[in-house]
């Protein structure tokens, strides 16, 4: 049985999501650095076999490609069962915030993000103050997602973390305002064994 392989990209944060939750369960893979600037086409053929939008992530395990950063963490939780997934309870709570992730935060500071790499190009106008406010708007969700607990999971990190985490550790670059809870947890997602900086996942 061969070591699960990682195809990603330290720009990408869905990429980082399934790079951090990798670490933190402990879980011997292979990381692979995939150019998301270049033109698909230019991309590892093993790693356009395996994903049909030439998108990253893409974890393969014996041979089996996964894609879509929500659903390969959920494999993960499930298959090593670990990071909630060693319990129903878990699982739910990883199946809840991994889907309110990608439907509001997960969906709002990508494409800030992003706008801040083009300079705004090809936003249209008006564009980016609507998804500030959407913002405004999750950030208070976050808040009561996490209530008092260290993580999202409680007292340890769990797969719904790593979701979280995967656009929110770059809040400090989007002209955004983080909350209060949103700082405390970010310091205890970057004092995890295991955590490291996007190029340090993703080494080119």
């Not at 959407?134 to 340890?156: E, P």
């Not at 997602?189 to 996942?201: D, I, N, V, Y």
């Amino acid at each position: 049985m061969s070591e699960p392989v990682l195809y990603g990209h330290p720009d990408s944060g869905h990429a980082c999501k399934v790079a951090l939750a990798l670490e933190l369960a402990g879980v011997p893979h292979q990381r692979i650095w995939v150019d998301i600037w270049a033109a698909p086409e230019t991309r590892p053929a093993a790693f356009l076999a395996g994903s049909p939008f030439a998108e990253v992530p893409l974890l393969v395990i014996d041979q089996q490609p996964y894609v879509q950063s929500g659903a390969i963490l959920l494999e993960i939780a499930q298959r090593y069962q670990v990071l909630g997934g060693d319990s129903h309870a878990g699982l739910r709570r990883a199946r809840e915030l991994i889907v309110w992730e990608a439907n509001r935060i997960g969906m709002c500071l990508p494409q800030i993000h992003y706008a801040a790499k083009v300079q705004n190009q090809g936003f249209p106008p008006g564009a980016l103050d609507w998804l500030r406010a959407r913002y405004h708007v999750d950030r208070a969700n976050f808040d009561r997602l996490l209530g008092d607990a260290a993580f999202f999971h409680g007292d340890a990190p769990g797969v719904g973390d790593c979701a979280i985490w995967g656009y929110t550790q770059w809040i400090n670059r989007m002209g955004v305002e983080p909350t209060t809870s949103m700082l405390r947890w970010i310091d205890n997602m970057r004092a995890l064994p295991g955590m490291k900086t996007p190029e340090s996942f993703f080494p080119n």
